[in-house]
């Protein structure tokens, strides 16, 4: 199926076009989420080591990451979507929903394993983020892009100097 605009009608798919596919999937929420844990779990406050961070960073990606991205991927190969991009607005509610709920619960199962607060203050953000974004969403179309490289610039400032 081809990309679509906000309006339902297909996008002219020349080399700008392409070359803003290759922008987005570079900088993917997903992919921004996990640099912020591996960043988090190097640099973070309160982690006791580089190992231990990355181990809390794994977890961290398996617990949190790892189910809306098997739920995108699942329903996207089912015909769900529209496209790998979830144009239509309409089909972003569930998504919303199963990354909220992984969050809220990734973030209480890391509690319970006693997982550094920065990881839990990470995943608070980001709940408060796709809360937002879904709110939003209910209205108007727009990219969780933004606010998750926003999250990453704001941790590489804080942890790296």
């Given at each position: 199926?081809?990309?679509?605009?906000?309006t339902g009608q297909?996008?002219?798919?020349?080399?700008l076009?392409?070359l803003?596919?290759?922008?987005?999937?570079?900088?993917?929420?997903?992919?921004n989420?996990?640099?912020?844990y591996?960043?988090?779990?190097?640099?973070?406050?309160?982690i006791?080591?580089?190992?231990?961070?990355?181990?809390?960073?794994?977890?961290?990606?398996?617990?949190?990451?790892?189910?809306?991205?098997?739920?995108?991927?699942?329903?996207?190969?089912?015909?769900?979507?529209?496209?790998?991009?979830?144009?239509?607005?309409?089909?972003?509610?569930?998504?919303?929903?199963?990354?909220?709920?992984?969050v809220?619960?990734?973030?209480y199962?890391?509690?319970?394993?006693?997982a550094?607060?920065?990881?839990?203050?990470?995943?608070?953000?980001?709940?408060?983020?796709?809360i937002?974004?879904?709110?939003?969403?209910?209205?108007?179309?727009?990219?969780?892009?933004?606010?998750?490289?926003?999250?990453?610039?704001?941790?590489?400032?804080?942890?790296?100097?």
């Amino acid at each position: 199926m081809p990309a679509v605009d906000q309006t339902g009608q297909a996008v002219r798919q020349d080399t700008l076009y392409r070359l803003g596919r290759i922008i987005s999937q570079i900088f993917h929420p997903t992919v921004n989420g996990f640099a912020s844990y591996l960043l988090v779990g190097v640099n973070g406050p309160g982690i006791a080591s580089v190992r231990s961070g990355l181990g809390w960073a794994a977890t961290s990606i398996l617990v949190v990451l790892t189910p809306p991205s098997l739920y995108f991927y699942l329903r996207l190969f089912k015909g769900h979507y529209s496209d790998d991009d979830v144009s239509h607005r309409s089909e972003r509610t569930g998504l919303y929903i199963a990354s909220v709920l992984s969050v809220l619960v990734g973030t209480y199962v890391l509690y319970l394993l006693g997982a550094p607060t920065a990881f839990l203050r990470l995943n608070a953000a980001a709940a408060g983020v796709a809360i937002v974004a879904m709110l939003i969403n209910f209205r108007w179309k727009i990219s969780v892009h933004s606010a998750s490289i926003g999250t990453l610039a704001m941790l590489a400032t804080l942890f790296t100097q």
